[in-house]
């Protein structure tokens, strides 16, 4: 199973940027590496800097006020300005181009770890179990039952990642990987929760509904996670499971027209590095995938687990999307 991992996570890693030179046009995306900032921006950064700032009344008001731009002057840690490789500004401060990717849509879909132990039927019918009231609860309104699922769904990979920072500072030991494999899940996450809320604006009892379930939840999933981190990931490769039967049917709303195919919103776009015409359809295709992915981590860690080994025991499939 490692095996068949790296070999994917080789074959989807995002291509690494040049970490040297002022301005790397041959790119998907030109960029100018922090480190390179303070040489190669120098007075010019400074100056647009200067320019910015004056043409918003001198307070930096795009940076939320006035004394965050004065602060990032003092420290002379401009932000660095990236562009497209067409040229165009490159505008999310949520993410660098250096971490969008395309989406591996090869990845089998269908795959499905059968509950054999008590654990693993415990996890399971866990999941199946919270899926009645959610199917309930949204019906078949997929972009707001997408945009809350993933409010959750961004939970356990800080959790996991979260816990095992700690270990790794408690027992000064390394952790193969496993911490970042976890964040970048947690960020990948959030990240579809970005692009759904382009989609679907949450009304205020949905928001009022997400703070109680992160409330209930995070708790939960910390303590499951200390229990057992091995029912944990079982846990989270069986929500995994669920997301990709949601997004499936999402995907069959959208076929009928009962849900309609509007334009991709920019970020996504940006994100999964997907065509400029690029649809909601082809966005939750990508997204799908980055659930199979999750998925195959979780139960490849909970496996490890499984197998009376420590998650640093294993490289970490770092960069599988
Ligand atoms: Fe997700
Ligand atoms: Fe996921």
């Known amino acids: 199973m ?22 790397i046009s041959s790119c998907w995306f030109t960029s100018s590496p922090r480190n390179a900032s303070t040489i190669t921006f120098g007075e010019r950064a400074q100056k647009e800097q200067k320019e910015e700032a ?25 932000p660095s300005k990236l562009t497209k490789e067409d040229g165009s500004e490159w505008k999310w401060n949520c993410f660098r181009p250096w971490e969008t990717y395309q989406a591996d849509l090869s990845i089998d879909l269908k795959k499905h770890h059968v509950p054999k132990t008590f654990l693993d039927k415990f996890a399971y019918w866990t999941v199946k179990s919270l899926r009645l009231p959610t199917d309930i609860f949204f019906q078949r309104r997929y972009g707001c039952r997408a945009m809350m699922l993933e409010t959750v769904a961004a939970v356990p990979g800080m959790v996991g990642g979260m816990l095992l920072h700690c270990k790794s500072l408690r027992r000064f030991e390394p952790s ?32 009022a509904l997400v703070f109680a379930v992160q409330g209930v939840f995070f708790n939960a999933y910390f303590v499951a996670y200390l229990a057992s981190p091995k029912l944990a990931h079982r846990i989270t490769g069986y929500l995994e499971e669920e997301a990709i039967h949601s997004y499936t049917e999402f995907l069959k709303e959208l076929d009928k027209g009962n849900i309609e195919n509007v334009k991709a919103p920019a970020i996504a776009i940006d994100y ?9 359809r ?9 659930e199979a ?23 970490a499939p770092i960069g599988y999307h």
């Open 54 to 78: 004056a043409a918003v009344g001198g307070g930096g008001a795009a940076a939320g006020g006035g004394k965050g731009k004065e602060v990032a002057s003092y420290w002379g840690v401009p």
């Open 272 to 280: 999964w590095r997907l065509p400029a015409n690029s649809t909601l």
């Open 176 to 207: 193969g990987g496993w911490i970042k494999a976890l964040l970048e899940e947690a960020e990948n996450e959030r990240m579809h929760l970005m692009t759904f809320m382009e989609v679907a604006k949450p009304k205020w009892y949905e928001r």
């Open 293 to 315: 992915h999750h998925r195959d981590v979780n139960h490849f860690a909970s496996d490890i687990h499984y197998q009376g080994l420590e998650l640093k025991d294993s490289p």
């Open 2 to 23: 490692m095996t068949v991992l790296r070999s994917v996570a080789a074959q989807t890693r995002p291509r690494v940027l040049p970490t040297a030179g002022p301005e």
């Open 282 to 290: 082809d966005v939750v295709m990508v997204v799908r995938a980055d």
